[in-house]
């Protein structure tokens, strides 16, 4: 399967804890973009990485939440002490560069659940 | 900053009939538009995409978007609904403003009633 792969699918965690998603971008493209849906809500714009540079982090909240795409491996969206306003879906999505109007196509997504 | 508005969070539609799903942009620039489709649990899917080569736009699944520069509009139709079709319907935005990130409207569920 060349598509976006995300993993976990589902993740609970408790209060405080961490949680790590990882995202592998399609075959090909280098540039990967993190999103936020919750419960009755659009994609929310969190983050847009090239490998080992973030491009545009204007949507991410100033605290607890960072993000990372190494030269090696998949990108990571990490959430420290996560809070029950965390749980949602988590969705990844990838392109091939930075020209504009570049389509991007979408993981399954990560469904985030705190307890 | 560029956006995009759309116009009823629910639609439903009867099986056979037309779909028409809103979407109105804002863009200081010309914009590369899309519609994306959810089904539940699942990622986004691209319908179609609006480069400006054509303002009537065909997608898969018998959907088409027609971009109209003068209402800032690039509404989904389907001549005819299929049950098949229920699920979310995302527009979205890019440019060559905001750093390239492609913004996402609030989305429609379109619900097909038997």
């Known amino acids: 399967n060349a598509g976006v792969m995300q993993n976990p699918r589902h993740l609970v965690r408790r209060r405080g804890q961490e949680a790590r998603l990882r995202c592998s971008p399609m075959?090909?493209?280098?540039?990967v973009y993190w999103y936020r849906q919750l419960p009755e809500e659009g994609l929310k714009f969190m983050v847009y990485?090239?490998?080992?540079?973030?491009?545009?982090e204007s949507g991410m909240p100033k605290e607890r939440f960072s993000a990372e795409f190494p030269k090696e491996g998949p990108s990571i969206l990490r959430i420290q002490q996560v809070v029950r306003g965390d749980s949602a879906a988590y969705f990844c999505?990838?392109?091939?560069?930075?020209?504009?109007?570049?389509?991007?196509?979408f993981g399954e997504g990560s469904w985030l659940t705190v307890v | 900053a560029q956006s995009v508005t759309q116009l009823g969070s629910h639609v439903s539609v009867s099986e056979g009939a037309l779909v028409l799903l809103r979407c109105n942009y804002s863009?200081?620039?010309?914009?590369?538009l899309f519609w994306y489709v959810q089904y539940p649990n699942q990622g986004l899917q691209l319908l179609l995409k609006?480069?400006?080569?054509?303002?009537l736009v065909k997608g898969i699944n018998g959907f088409e978007a027609e971009f109209k520069k003068s209402e800032t509009s690039f509404h989904l139709t389907k001549p005819s609904a299929h049950m098949s079709d229920a699920a979310e319907y995302f527009c979205?935005?890019?440019?060559?403003?905001?750093?390239?990130?492609?913004?996402f409207g609030a989305g429609t569920r379109l619900f097909v009633k038997a």
């Open positions: 999505a990838s392109s091939t560069g930075t020209e504009a109007g570049n389509t991007i196509y």
């Open positions: 075959k090909g493209h280098s540039h």
């Open positions: 990485l090239q490998k080992e540079n973030i491009i545009d």
């Open positions: 863009s200081s620039v010309p914009p590369y």
């Open positions: 609006y480069t400006s080569a054509a303002t």
């Open positions: 979205a935005v890019s440019g060559n403003t905001g750093g390239f990130k492609t913004i």
